[in-house]
């Protein structure tokens, strides 16, 4: 053999190693590329899960659930004592702003539960500063109270603070009523 042909076969092979070489090198960069979308995907769909299981892991939280069961039970039993005692909030609420002293006002009532299931009647009272001292006032308003047919003995005042609103000075009381009409 000589050299041309030699070379030329040499060439040959070497043409064909190249396009094997080239078809090898394309054939990975697709399966690489293919890979990479795959993962892609695969991350996209676990972040996806993820977000799926920490929205449940939310709903169903132990925590909340159980306080939110506490506050069912809570309102289940006011209802029923409210129905039970079949206390006429509308009559009961009328007859506090009836006897409610001049420069008095109500601005807040809180019912609460104690231990045992007794329900707490917290009323805060504002008065604007008069002739008449606030606590002579509020005396007079238990009294009242406790004569009335709808509540009965052991009104308490609970607190006692002096504030100042819109320039005036006024004192703010706290009192409980017993949890059920006057027997």
Same mark, same amino acid.
């Given at each position: 053999? @000589? /050299?041309?042909?030699?070379? %030329?076969?040499?060439? %040959?092979?070497?043409?064909?190693?190249?396009?094997?070489?080239?078809?090898?090198?394309? +054939?990975?960069?697709?399966?690489? /590329?293919?890979?990479?979308?795959?993962?892609?995907?695969?991350?996209?769909?676990?972040?996806?899960? $993820?977000?799926?299981?920490?929205?449940?892991?939310?709903? !169903?939280? /132990?925590?909340?659930? &159980?306080? $939110?069961?506490?506050?069912?039970?809570?309102?289940?039993?006011?209802? @029923?004592? #409210?129905?039970?005692?079949? *206390?006429?909030?509308?009559? %009961?609420?009328? &007859?506090? +702003? @009836? #006897?409610?002293?001049?420069? #008095?006002?109500?601005?807040?009532?809180?019912? *609460?539960?104690? $231990?045992?299931?007794?329900?707490?009647?917290?009323? &805060?009272? #504002? +008065?604007?500063?008069?002739?008449?001292?606030?606590?002579?006032?509020?005396?007079?308003?238990?009294?009242?109270?406790?004569? @009335?047919?709808? !509540?009965?003995?052991? /009104?308490?005042? $609970?607190?006692?603070? %002096?504030?100042?609103?819109?320039?005036?000075?006024? &004192?703010?009381?706290?009192?409980?009523?017993?949890?059920?009409?006057?027997?």
């Amino acid at each position: 053999m @000589n /050299v041309i042909e030699t070379r %030329r076969k040499y060439s %040959r092979y070497l043409r064909i190693f190249y396009v094997f070489a080239v078809i090898a090198f394309v +054939a990975t960069t697709l399966s690489f /590329v293919t890979v990479i979308k795959k993962n892609l995907a695969l991350k996209k769909e676990i972040n996806a899960l $993820q977000a799926d299981i920490s929205d449940k892991k939310k709903a !169903f939280d /132990v925590q909340s659930l &159980e306080k $939110q069961w506490r506050d069912y039970i809570w309102k289940l039993k006011t209802i @029923n004592l #409210m129905m039970n005692g079949r *206390s006429l909030w509308g009559n %009961r609420l009328k &007859e506090l +702003a @009836n #006897m409610l002293p001049a420069g #008095m006002c109500i601005s807040n009532i809180v019912v *609460s539960e104690e $231990q045992g299931g007794k329900i707490k009647y917290y009323i &805060e009272l #504002m +008065a604007v500063q008069s002739e008449q001292k606030g606590f002579k006032q509020v005396d007079g308003y238990i009294n009242a109270i406790e004569s @009335n047919k709808y !509540f009965g003995k052991g /009104v308490k005042v $609970q607190s006692h603070e %002096r504030r100042m609103l819109n320039g005036k000075e006024v &004192e703010i009381f706290q009192i409980t009523l017993p949890s059920g009409p006057a027997k």
